[in-house]
């Protein structure tokens, strides 16, 4: 573990750091809100409106009827419109255009959000040697992800109505792993409230893990619209073990490509989710029951208790489109209080070089 450096005794390191921090919380609330705008825009059927990725002309919308029929006219070569959306209307098709437009849109500030500040806290001497190469991986991790949307995208515009459920988990995935990211490097510049609990930041990591996991999932649930079928709980239809589970052959198929085996095992991976965490926080509370371990980890235990009773509201309810949001929303506290909670446990020791 790294040593503190020696500092005069009026040098306060946190608060050297705040700028930098309160920067990384912003950029984290971006993040969580481009993941929304992302969930939003693949519930209202909208993702392919947009056949093009120009990363700079992109940015400036159509704004004359001419330019809005030329959008169009490429959105009607696409699958998508001549199998389920043919005969759109105009206003219909910029009602789509929108929202795949606004999250492009919000993406590319994300990036200018990280690169500019970057810069700047860089050449004034504010970012020490242990944030400094994490924070270029961040930046070129954020741009990554705008090839993995694109990659997406050209799934769904020839030979199918959607993009591949596959790329879209991907996607969702690592928006997500930038946000965790993102709270992680927050949280270890952050001064942390009471003793280190040492030997329990591994069991903290598991749980990170899997809720990484039921996030990778939900993204194929999302792809395959498997939140549309089976909408009763805590059976499936009235059965808990369904019919056609493996139906695809070969069986390691029916995890990625078959819409009941994915619900089922998105359930599945919420109920031992709930377990561990209910676990691991009867663990911290009979180790040490007043500490701010234990209570982050109660908290927790809550937390994903509340995000599995949203997200069996969620399948009653037929997936509406507030509801689902809300689901997804929901899922990202989990992971950035899980996050904080790991870097809680045995908090890094930073120095301002």
Same mark, same amino acid.
């Given at each position: 573990?790294?040593?503190?450096?020696?500092?005069?005794?009026?040098?306060?390191?946190?608060?050297?750091?705040?700028?930098?921090?309160?920067?990384?919380? %912003?950029v984290a609330f971006l993040i969580a809100l481009m993941v929304l705008v992302g969930g939003a825009t693949r519930l209202t059927d909208s993702?392919? @409106?947009?056949?093009?990725?120009?990363?700079?002309?992109?940015?400036?919308?159509?704004?004359?009827?001419?330019?809005?029929?030329?959008?169009?006219?490429?959105?009607?070569?696409?699958?998508?419109?001549?199998?389920?959306?043919?005969?759109?209307?105009? @206003?219909?098709?910029?009602?789509? %255009?929108?929202?795949?437009?606004?999250?492009?849109?919000?993406?590319?500030?994300?990036?200018?959000?990280?690169?500019?500040?970057?810069?700047?806290?860089?050449?004034?001497?504010?970012?020490?040697?242990?944030?400094?190469?994490?924070?270029?991986?961040?930046?070129?991790?954020?741009? %990554?992800?705008?090839?993995?949307?694109?990659?997406?995208?050209?799934?769904?515009?020839?030979?199918?109505?959607?993009?591949?459920?596959?790329?879209?988990?991907?996607?969702?995935?690592?928006?997500?792993?930038?946000?965790?990211?993102?709270?992680?490097?927050?949280?270890?510049?952050?001064?942390? @409230?009471?003793?280190?609990?040492?030997?329990?930041?591994?069991?903290?990591?598991?749980?990170?893990?899997?809720?990484?996991?039921?996030?990778?999932?939900?993204?194929?649930?999302?792809?395959?619209?498997?939140?549309?079928?089976?909408?009763?709980?805590?059976?499936?239809?009235?059965?808990?073990?369904?019919?056609?589970?493996?139906?695809?052959?070969?069986?390691?198929?029916?995890?990625?490509?078959?819409?009941?085996?994915?619900?089922?095992?998105?359930?599945?991976?919420?109920?031992?989710?709930?377990?561990?965490?209910?676990?691991?926080?009867?663990?911290?509370?009979?180790?040490?029951?007043?500490?701010?371990?234990?209570?982050?980890?109660?908290?927790?235990?809550?937390?994903?208790?509340?995000?599995?009773?949203?997200?069996?509201?969620?399948?009653?309810?037929?997936?509406?489109?507030?509801v689902a949001l809300g689901h997804q929303f929901f899922a990202l506290i989990v992971l950035a209080f899980s996050v904080a909670h790991w870097?809680?446990?045995?908090?890094?020791?930073? @120095?301002?070089?």
């Open positions: 573990m790294k040593t503190i450096v020696e500092h005069p005794a009026s040098f306060d390191l946190f608060a050297s750091l705040r700028p930098v921090r309160w920067w990384l919380w %912003f993702g392919l @409106s947009i056949t093009q990725w120009d990363p700079i002309s992109g940015i400036i919308p159509p704004f004359s009827q001419a330019s809005w029929l030329l959008e169009f006219e490429k959105y009607k070569s696409t699958t998508e419109y001549q199998t389920v959306n043919l005969g759109m209307s105009l @206003s219909q098709y910029q009602f789509i %255009f929108w929202w795949e437009w606004g999250h492009r849109f919000l993406g590319r500030m994300i990036g200018l959000a990280v690169f500019i500040p970057l810069v700047w806290f860089w050449l004034t001497g504010r970012l020490n040697s242990w944030l400094k190469p994490r924070l270029l991986i961040l930046l070129f991790l954020g741009g %990554f992800q705008g090839f993995i949307g694109w990659w997406m995208v050209k799934s769904g515009l020839a030979d199918r109505v959607d993009v591949s459920q596959i790329r879209l988990a991907v996607h969702l995935t690592m928006a997500c792993f930038l946000f965790a990211m993102t709270i992680w490097l927050a949280r270890s510049i952050s001064d942390h @409230s009471g003793d280190p609990l040492y030997g329990k930041k591994g069991q903290a990591l598991s749980l990170i893990a899997l809720v990484f996991l039921q996030i990778f999932i939900g993204g194929l649930v999302a792809g395959l619209d498997a939140g549309m079928a089976y909408n009763t709980w805590p059976d499936m239809n009235g059965a808990f073990l369904p019919a056609g589970l493996w139906a695809i052959t070969p069986a390691w198929q029916n995890l990625l490509d078959n819409a009941v085996t994915v619900q089922f095992f998105h359930r599945l991976t919420a109920y031992v989710l709930w377990a561990m965490c209910i676990l691991h926080a009867v663990i911290l509370w009979r180790g040490g029951p007043a500490t701010p371990h234990m209570r982050r980890a109660v908290l927790l235990a809550i937390l994903v208790t509340l995000q599995a009773a949203l997200g069996i509201v969620t399948l009653i309810m037929q997936v509406p489109l507030g870097c809680g446990l045995e908090p890094k020791q930073v @120095s301002f070089f």
